[in-house]
């Protein structure tokens, strides 16, 4: 087992396949993967859910890459590292939803979505099925600043629209 | 909304913040975070889990990033793309994997998993805490090739123990 050879500081190079286009005013929110890309969806319709994997563009300055430790707007007086928390304040600086897919169309690359935390025109990445063997645990804990947040994410409209004068909304 | 000024091919840069280890041969399995990013990770031991966001290495290559559609080695005869399967060859080859967290050292930069599907060496790009609110789906469905496997991930290893000659493994 070599642990040296393997840090390293070399760049990884991505390209946006495609992008998020998000707007509260028609409510209308999707995924629009570019052409050369869309035969990747194939199969995609066949699953509830999506993970769509996304860059936070306002993030990627060396500023905010470099801001590590944050304060949390759910939890006053907490202030905890970026990896321990979904902040899009973080090295590198990928942020994913996952959201029920409501519609695939392969051809025209579009994913539909109910909604997406992203801005109009975030680059994406990539998308992942939501595969429960995967991604759903049964048995999970969180921390005392999380402990009153809903186990489901079906359950987060009707809980952050009750609480949203709680984060200063 | 506007949708044209979104398409991008501009390159992005990541830049790998630590590496796994993992030995079948010792049974270790953790991420090691470079020494500039530790402190992003305190408060990460207060999670059950985490997502291990990590670059496939072997992937990164023009000939695996154009593979867009490909057999499913548990699913003969199914041909899908790589945006509706977990594969390792996609456009831009992030991988992710939901582990339990067994232990964390700030200090040390170590995060100590009970196992991990990823190569000795492979670079990290993130860690991100597992938040049922954001991560849990409570009503889900899978394509029918997907319907014998289990619903929850701590069911995993029975299954594919049981399974694995289905696999080819």
């Known amino acids: 087992m070599n642990t040296a050879a393997a840090t390293s500081t070399a760049e990884l190079t991505l390209h946006p396949i495609g992008h998020v ?41 060396p500023e905010a890459r470099n801001h590590l430790v944050t304060d949390l707007p759910y939890a006053p007086g907490v202030e905890v590292g970026v990896f321990a928390c979904r902040s899009e304040y973080r090295p590198n600086p990928i942020a994913f939803t996952t959201m029920p897919v ?42 005392e600043w999380l402990s009153d947040w809903p186990l489901w994410m079906e359950d987060a409209g009707a809980y952050f629209a009750e609480h949203s004068t709680d984060f200063g909304d």
């Open 21 to 61: 286009i998000a707007s509260d005013e028609s409510q209308t929110y999707l995924v629009v993967i570019d052409e050369p890309y869309r035969a990747a969806l194939r199969g995609l319709d066949q699953f509830s859910h999506v993970t769509i994997v996304w860059w936070a563009t306002e993030c990627d300055t």
């Open 102 to 143: 409501f519609e695939v169309d392969v051809d025209a690359g579009t994913v539909v979505l109910p909604w997406i935390d992203a801005f109009d025109g975030t680059p994406v990445l990539d998308l992942k099925p939501y595969i429960p063997v995967a991604d759903r645990i049964r048995d999970v804990s969180m921390p």
